[in-house]
């Protein structure tokens, strides 16, 4: 107020004196101006310079899927392992829910219709791979992350071209197709492709690194053409290990002819360690889908001890993915399976099943009710942003949609207020976290150079105050946290002196 009378005075004053005496006074008037206490400087709001920094944070998703483990085959896991008070590493994640998994005809799946739903969000005829019912090529997720930036891989430990890894990245009528299945994981240029089959990337009368030739009848050599397109191709571990070291790019790992042989080598959490490293190079994020094939196929032998042990080890792959994510933010990791397989039922009384011991030595005993897959609901545990969402039970295609939310809708924060003020002007900031998940409140921590830091609750929104007395350059960092996601947006503060602005009115009012 008071520099508001200062600035009016000083005009009329100018205005009725005559030409020596304006230039003499403008002169004394800006010394005066420069000599004015900073505190006194007051003469409304400063310029606003509309200025919004948002936090761009990577996207990663790591899905996993113990192929046809039902609820049976992990508790089975867990009591062998652990005990009956124990947990897997997969029973620690915090959100948990139940997937319908039946086909589009309300059958019961196969793998390629229940991993096409999952890719896709659409329900499909068993034995097609990323294609509708009526045979429509579907997008799937893998494909929408690489469209947005993100690095993609698939491992598994049966065939890359068996119908689990093929429907997130190939399009087929049938699962068994699997040199054409071959040849478009490559042409898909998904960035790192590890798992067995070399015989379906190799002509009939080659042979790789395994025994068996290769099995493609239009004599190309893919493996030849992936090394020519760019790819590093690794055989073993310990090539695995040193792409993952040498940072290549884009990695073709075949591990065995068909399936990796037990005991696997490398492990399934070996690869998914490996695949991390190298697809978490890229600044956009990821997505990675890790398959643990065999428990599907020791559950159509009912063999519980193959069944036990390869649960065990996709639950070891669980366990690397987690090391992973641990702390990071705005990562996806789902874990679940396509369908039950072999109807496994376990008890504690001796029933004339397969026997087992928990570690405490307490037996248990496993019986089953078909070498087929089965249409029981399976477990799907989440965390990471949108994973609220997975509690309940829902359709296996709801499992694309939590993926599709993270990709395309992930958490931002954005923050804004003034940019530019003028010392002891109280300003008010405001953090917008978007979209709002379904877990709220959300708690907001604000800090700012030479300022106590202080946290304000809210929905979406939330806002404080903050008043600096002297010029500078202030940095303010607001953090928002969710029990899913943590995400933090920054911007400068300018604080100026008045006079700056006092004068240059002044002197536009005086051009002739
Ligand atoms: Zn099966």
Same mark, same amino acid.
């Given at each position: 107020m008071g520099s508001v009378l200062w600035r009016s005075t000083v005009s009329n004053l100018v205005g009725v004196c005559g030409d020596r005496v304006k230039h003499i006074s403008r002169l004394w008037i800006l010394l005066a101006f420069c000599l004015m206490p900073v505190s006194s400087a007051r003469a409304g709001r400063a310029p606003e310079i509309p200025l919004t920094t948002t936090t761009g944070a990577p996207v990663r998703i790591i899905l996993f899927i113990g192929d046809g483990m039902g609820t049976a085959q992990r508790a089975a896991a867990q009591w062998a392992a652990v005990g009956f008070n124990g947990r897997l590493v997969m029973d620690t994640l915090p959100v948990t829910g139940w997937s319908r998994t039946s086909n589009v005809a309300g059958g019961v799946t196969d793998s390629a219709a229940a991993a096409t739903a999952m890719a896709t969000g659409v329900k499909t005829e068993n034995g097609k791979i990323g294609l509708g019912p009526d045979g429509t090529p579907l997008s799937t997720i893998l494909e929408q992350a690489q469209a947005r930036g993100l690095a993609v891989g698939l491992v598994t430990n049966?065939? /890359? #071209?068996? #119908?689990t890894p093929a429907a997130f990245a190939a399009h087929t009528g049938s699962r068994y197709a699997m040199a054409e299945i071959a040849r478009q994981l490559l042409a898909a240029r998904v960035d790192v492709l590890l798992g067995g089959g070399e015989n379906a990337f190799l002509p009939q009368w080659w042979t790789g690194h395994y025994p068996e030739p290769g099995t493609r009848t239009d004599g190309r050599n893919l493996i030849a053409e992936a090394v020519e397109a760019g790819y590093t191709y690794v055989w073993d571990a310990a090539g695995l290990q040193a792409a993952a070291l040498m940072h290549a790019p884009r990695v073709l790992g075949l591990f065995a002819d068909e399936e990796l042989p037990r005991p696997q080598t490398p492990t399934l959490a070996a690869l998914t360690e490996h695949a991390i490293s190298i697809l978490s190079r890229r600044p956009e994020g990821f997505f990675l889908m890790v398959e643990g094939g065999q428990i599907d196929w020791a559950c159509h032998a009912n063999d519980a001890a193959l069944a036990i042990g390869d649960t065990l080890a996709f639950d070891a792959a669980v366990a690397a993915g987690l090391r992973y994510a641990a702390g990071l933010e705005n990562t996806l990791v789902i874990v679940t399976s396509d369908h039950e397989t072999g109807g496994m039922a376990l008890s504690l009384s001796n029933n004339g099943g397969q026997a087992f011991a928990m570690p405490d030595g307490t037996p248990f005993y496993v019986t089953w009710t078909t070498d087929d897959h089965t249409d029981t609901n399976v477990l799907v545990n989440a965390q990471g942003p949108? $994973? $609220? /969402? #997975?509690t309940g039970i829902y359709e296996n295609t709801h499992i694309y949609t939590l993926m599709a939310m993270a990709l395309t809708a992930s958490p931002e924060l954005i923050l804004d207020g003034s940019s530019l003020a003028y010392p002891g002007e109280p300003l008010t900031f405001a953090a917008h976290f978007n979209p709002i998940t379904a877990t709220l409140p959300i708690s907001y921590l604000w800090t700012a150079t030479g300022q106590t830091p202080l946290t304000t609750p809210g929905g979406a929104h939330s806002t404080a105050g903050f008043t600096w007395p002297l010029t500078g350059t202030y940095t303010l960092t607001v953090t928002a946290r969710t029990p899913e996601v943590t995400l933090t947006a920054r911007r400068f503060i300018m604080l100026r002196h008045q006079w700056y602005t006092l004068y240059l009115p002044l002197i536009q009012k005086r051009a002739p």
């Open positions: 049966t065939p /890359l #071209a068996h #119908a949108w $994973s $609220s /969402l #997975a």
